[in-house]
Each structure stands twice: as structure tokens, then as C-alpha cells.
């Protein structure tokens, strides 16, 4: 694909098929996206790939662990609650993928139920978690470089056909993936990124989420036009 309709067409799936994702072509995602720049490149993330029965793990014990009403677990600094824009735009985004999938603001049950598929990622038969190496915490610049790392995992797979949602409800509980995934200490655990072939008839699949103009948010210094 050229690379602006790659950019331009791409987009979080959160349907898939069951499919399997032969390992070749998942090492041909990670092999382009590890072109990512990293702070003097220090090349600092490590990529588990999980499938089959771990994978299955982490979404029962994911499942199971969120339904008991425990709390999140991650072991990066997160922000709180939106606000503000933030807040908005998070919205935006929740009211498009419910009115695809035809779930009603009023509808606790089905709304769980979405929230439920999040922490199964999307039941994806391929689940990418990143991780960094922890004697560079705290982290910033190596979460930039994670960043990088994990667009462009997700820009390879769309272009070989495959879709991708950066998931960080899937590690919510970053000690249930830890231990199905025996990820050493020595590692800490960013996000993770579902992966597989789009199920083309999933309504959520279609969604496009919005941008901001340019200029709300470019502010150029010194053109003349
Ligand atoms: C760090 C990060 C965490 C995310 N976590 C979730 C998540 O837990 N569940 C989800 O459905 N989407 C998640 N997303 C996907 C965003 O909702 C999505 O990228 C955004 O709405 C823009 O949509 P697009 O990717 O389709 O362009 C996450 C994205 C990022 C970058």
C-alpha cells in the first residue's frame, strides 16, 4: 500500500476472525517495525508475542480477576480520569463505537459487556505486549520510544492485511500477564497490542475516529505565508 492511504485507511479493529497468524509473518511485522527511531538508539523494548493457551490464560484470569471488582494494575504511571477535551474526545469516540454496535446509552448490560471484550482484547488470537527494560525507569523517553515501536507494528500489520488495537485494557492486570507470559522483572510491562485478520462483518470495525484540524493544535513560527 502507498504509505499515506496505509495511514490514512488504518484503523483500531475490535472483531476478529479466529484465524491463526503464522509466526513468519508476525516476525515480518516486528522486523518493520523495529525501524522505529529510540533515544540514542537504544532500541529498549522487548516484544512477547503470545497465541493459543497462554493467551487464553490472560483473558480468563483477565475476565475473572475485573468481574471480582478488582482494581486496575498496571505498572506504568497513568493519569487519572480525563478531563476537559480529553474527556471529550474520549466520548467521541465511546459514542461512535456504541452506536455501530447498536448498544443504547442506557444498556449497563451490553455496555460491560463491550468493556468485558477489552479485557479479553478483543479476542484477537495474537496479543503483542510490550515491554522495557526497567533501568530506565522512570520512564518518558523510553515510553516515546515504545511509541514509535508500536505504530509501527501496527501500520506493518494493516498493510499485510492485518488489524491491530494498541490495548491497554489488556494488561489491566499486568501480573496475570506477567506470569502466563513469564516476563522477567528485570522488564516492565507498557501496553499491549491485539492482533490479527479483521472480521469484516464486525460493525466497530468500520469506525473512523475523528482528528482535530490542524490548527487547533500547529502553531508555525516565522512563515511568510
Ligand atoms: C496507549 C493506548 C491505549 C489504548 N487502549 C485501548 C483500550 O484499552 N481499548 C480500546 O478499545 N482501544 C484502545 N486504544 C485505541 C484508541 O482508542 C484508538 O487508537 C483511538 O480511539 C483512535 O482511533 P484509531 O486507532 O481507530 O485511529 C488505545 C490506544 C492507545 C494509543
New binding site residues.
Given amino acids: 500500500m502507498e504509505f499515506e492511504d496505509l495511514v490514512r485507511t488504518?484503523?483500531?479493529v475490535?472483531g476478529y476472525k479466529p484465524d491463526p497468524i503464522p509466526r513468519a509473518l508476525i516476525e515480518e511485522i516486528i522486523d518493520v517495525a523495529k525501524g522505529a527511531p529510540s533515544s540514542m538508539n537504544t532500541q529498549p523494548w522487548h516484544v512477547h508475542v503470545l497465541t493459543g493457551k497462554p493467551l487464553e490464560r490472560v483473558r480468563e484470569r483477565n475476565t475473572e480477576t475485573m468481574l471480582g471488582g478488582a482494581k486496575a494494575n498496571r505498572e506504568i504511571l497513568t493519569h487519572g480520569e480525563y478531563e476537559g477535551v480529553h474527556r471529550q474526545r474520549q466520548v467521541a469516540?465511546a459514542i461512535k463505537l456504541f452506536a455501530a454496535m447498536g448498544i443504547e446509552r442506557g444498556d449497563k448490560v451490553m455496555r460491560q459487556d463491550w468493556v468485558m471484550r477489552?479485557f479479553r482484547q478483543?479476542d484477537a488470537p495474537v496479543s503483542l505486549v510490550l515491554t522495557y527494560d526497567r533501568e530506565l525507569d522512570p520512564g518518558a523517553v523510553v515510553h516515546f520510544d515504545l511509541g514509535a515501536l508500536?505504530y509501527g507494528l501496527c501500520l506493518a500489520a494493516w498493510d499485510r492485511g492485518l488489524g491491530t488495537?494498541?490495548?491497554?485494557?489488556?494488561i489491566m492486570r499486568s501480573e496475570i500477564v506477567r506470569e502466563e507470559a513469564g516476563i522477567p522483572e528485570s522488564e516492565v510491562i507498557m501496553?499491549c497490542i491485539a492482533l490479527g485478520y479483521p472480521e469484516d462483518d464486525f460493525p466497530a470495525n468500520t469506525?473512523?475516529?475523528d482528528r482535530e484540524p490542524n490548527d487547533r493544535f500547529v502553531h508555525f513560527v516565522g512563515f511568510e505565508d
Fill in positions: 488504518r484503523r483500531s475490535r469516540i477489552g478483543f508500536s488495537v494498541v490495548n491497554g485494557q489488556g501496553t469506525v473512523k475516529a
